[in-house]
């Protein structure tokens, strides 16, 4: 039954979306004008992205942020499927509960908090071990994969409890290896949230920029850092520019993700639709 539109709640809705949205429409406005001074408009230009493509303090942090996204992404998803099929496949195990708030805890941990232990653990090891030799490019990446493994994991985790693992066990009478089984079968039916998941974590770690302040060295500063620190100095166009390229990076990868999770949920209802027809027949 279809009920009319609830006006209070439409007017709620516009509310919200436009304190989300409406700061951030008004920097990509301001990206495109000619003034330097940022609360003037002066008229279109796209002068501003111009003067990024010959700054090469900005190109080489976004090349840096870029190279360390893609691999704790990949590390980050590589470490998530592993958590995930863990906690599904060992099922109620003794102390469940437990392991599952340790490996939530990351995603509810304030970022700070989560920066100053993993710094203090880096120069614990460099006193012990030798190694990391300060604070630069690998360091930020191990950081970011940290946390970001947790949010890969929930999001496996959650297409894993759907996964039939009687097809697994079919397999395996069968003869066939694990290593095969896994490769073969599973990793095809949880590809959609494999990518989701890699994509989450990719967005995480281009986007961070406390956690990656605590853990990075001289030489090692991300787009995110050099943002910052370029607006303790005022803000510009040419800032502004830089945070819309940032923000459509960002939002392109939510979108995709977001695309892959609902083709993902709606294969799945399409397919226990059609077999419970099949049953009913």
Same mark, same amino acid.
């Given at each position: 039954?279809?009920?009319?539109?609830s006006?209070?709640?439409?007017?709620?809705?516009?509310?919200?979306?436009?304190?989300?949205?409406?700061?951030?429409?008004?920097?990509?406005?301001?990206s495109?004008?000619?003034?330097?001074?940022?609360?003037v408009?002066?008229?279109f230009?796209?002068?501003?992205?111009?003067?990024?493509?010959?700054?090469d303090?900005v190109?080489?942090?976004?090349?840096?942020?870029?190279?360390?996204?893609?691999?704790?992404?990949?590390?980050?998803?590589?470490f998530?499927?592993l958590?995930? +099929?863990?906690?599904?496949?060992l099922?109620?195990?003794?102390?469940r509960l437990?392991l599952?708030?340790?490996?939530s805890?990351?995603?509810?941990?304030?970022?700070?908090?989560?920066?100053?232990?993993?710094?203090?653990?880096f120069i614990?090891?460099?006193? +012990?071990?030798g190694?990391?030799?300060?604070?630069?490019?690998d360091t930020?990446?191990?950081?970011?994969?940290?946390?970001?493994m947790?949010?890969?994991?929930?999001v496996?985790q959650?297409?894993?409890?759907?996964f039939?693992?009687?097809?697994?066990?079919?397999?395996?009478?069968?003869?066939?290896?694990?290593?095969?089984?896994?490769?073969?079968?599973?990793?095809?039916?949880?590809?959609p949230?494999?990518?989701a998941?890699?994509?989450l974590?990719?967005?995480?770690?281009?986007?961070?920029l406390?956690?990656a302040?605590f853990?990075?060295?001289?030489?090692?500063?991300?787009?995110?850092?050099?943002?910052?620190?370029?607006?303790? +100095?005022?803000?510009?166009?040419?800032i502004?520019?830089l945070?819309?390229?940032?923000?459509?990076l960002?939002?392109?990868?939510?979108?995709?993700?977001?695309?892959?999770?609902y083709?993902?949920?709606?294969?799945?209802?399409?397919?226990?639709?059609?077999?419970?027809?099949?049953?009913?027949?």
């Open positions: 039954m279809n009920r009319g539109i006006w209070p709640a439409l007017w709620l809705g516009i509310v919200g979306f436009g304190i989300l949205y409406v700061p951030v429409t008004v920097m990509v406005i301001y495109f004008n000619s003034s330097r001074l940022v609360s408009w002066a008229g230009s796209t002068k501003w992205y111009g003067e990024l493509l010959e700054n303090a190109l080489e942090a976004l090349g840096k942020s870029l190279w360390v996204a893609v691999n704790a992404a990949t590390l980050s998803t590589v998530g499927v958590i995930a +099929l863990a906690f599904v496949r099922g109620n195990f003794r102390f437990l599952s708030a340790l490996a805890m990351p995603l509810v941990m304030p970022e700070v908090v989560t920066g100053l232990s993993l710094l203090l653990l614990a090891m460099e006193g +012990l071990l190694w990391p030799a300060g604070r630069g490019i930020i990446i191990i950081a970011h994969t940290t946390f970001g947790c949010f890969a994991a929930v496996v959650s297409r894993l409890r759907d039939d693992m009687s097809i697994e066990e079919a397999a395996a009478d069968l003869g066939a290896r694990q290593p095969y089984i896994f490769f073969s079968i599973t990793l095809p039916v949880i590809a949230a494999v990518i998941a890699w994509l974590a990719f967005t995480l770690s281009f986007d961070d406390v956690i302040s853990v990075s060295g001289p030489g090692s500063s991300t787009l995110p850092i050099v943002v910052f620190s370029k607006v303790r +100095l005022g803000v510009t166009p040419e502004n520019a945070a819309t390229i940032m923000i459509l960002v939002a392109a990868s939510v979108v995709i993700a977001s695309a892959i999770i083709r993902n949920s709606a294969g799945r209802k399409a397919a226990a639709a059609t077999g419970g027809s099949g049953h009913e027949s």
